[in-house]
T-cell receptor, first 109, second 119 residues
């Protein structure tokens, strides 16, 4: 049974810092991994999708890496801004999409 | 990206009543849609997989008679919470997979969610 773990559960950092969010999964037989952002009381915004054959994807200040064999992914956020404050969810797809519990990020102005 | 629309975005209902949530794929056809539930500060948990023209597949622990799913067309799936109780209060989100890009490695598209409060 696939399990997805996100560390840390919560994180507060001053504006401007670079930060890394971690995601690990127990079954490496995945098709892809997707990072989402969720604002309080809102739906999901897709940030980055990494296929199982890829090692990283970049979009603006975001960079996501994937090491499928070790069951790990990281989301790197450069030059953080208060608007980045949200919950970040990692989801892996095998026969189903399984989500981690998320990292609640708070960027301090 | 493709657009998935959910309606309503929030609903308050009395205990014992039924509530219907709609999930529509606006610019693509979806043979498969997924329904998730999210409790406060918890992750999204898959409830069921909805297949157009056939019965839904429910995850273990999800009552199929309480959470009725209908997927009558390639662009619409509905989730009906029957005889709702306060413990059913949650955030419900649907996801759809594009029929023209039905490979397992394609991106998942999610609705904006429905906040259900049962009083």
């Amino acid at each position: 049974k696939q399990e997805v773990t996100q560390i840390p559960a919560a994180l507060s950092v001053p504006e401007g810092e670079n930060l890394v969010l971690n995601c690990s999964f127990t079954d490496s037989a995945i098709y892809n991994l997707q990072w989402f952002r969720q604002d309080p009381g809102k739906g999901l915004t897709s940030l980055l999708l990494i296929q199982s054959s890829q090692r990283e994807q970049t979009s603006g200040r975001l960079n996501a890496s994937l090491d499928k064999s070790s069951g790990r992914s990281t989301l790197y956020i450069a030059a953080s801004q208060p608007g980045d404050s949200a919950t970040y969810l990692c989801a892996v797809r095998s026969d189903k999409i399984i989500f981690g519990k998320g990292t609640r990020l708070h960027i301090l102005p | 990206g493709a657009v998935v629309s959910q309606h309503p975005s929030w609903v308050i209902c009395k205990s014992g009543t039924s509530v219907k949530i709609e999930c529509r794929s606006l610019d693509f056809q979806a043979t498969t849609m997924f329904w998730y539930r999210q409790f406060p500060k918890q992750s999204l948990m898959l409830m069921a997989t909805s297949n157009e023209g056939s019965k839904a597949t429910y995850e273990q622990g999800v009552e199929k008679d309480k959470f009725l799913i209908n997927h009558a067309s390639l662009t619409l799936s509905t989730l009906t919470v029957t005889s709702a109780h306060p413990e059913d209060s949650s955030f419900y989100i649907c996801s759809a997979r594009d029929i023209d890009r039905a490979q397992m490695n394609t991106e998942a598209f999610f609705g904006q969610g429905t906040r259900l409060t049962v009083v």
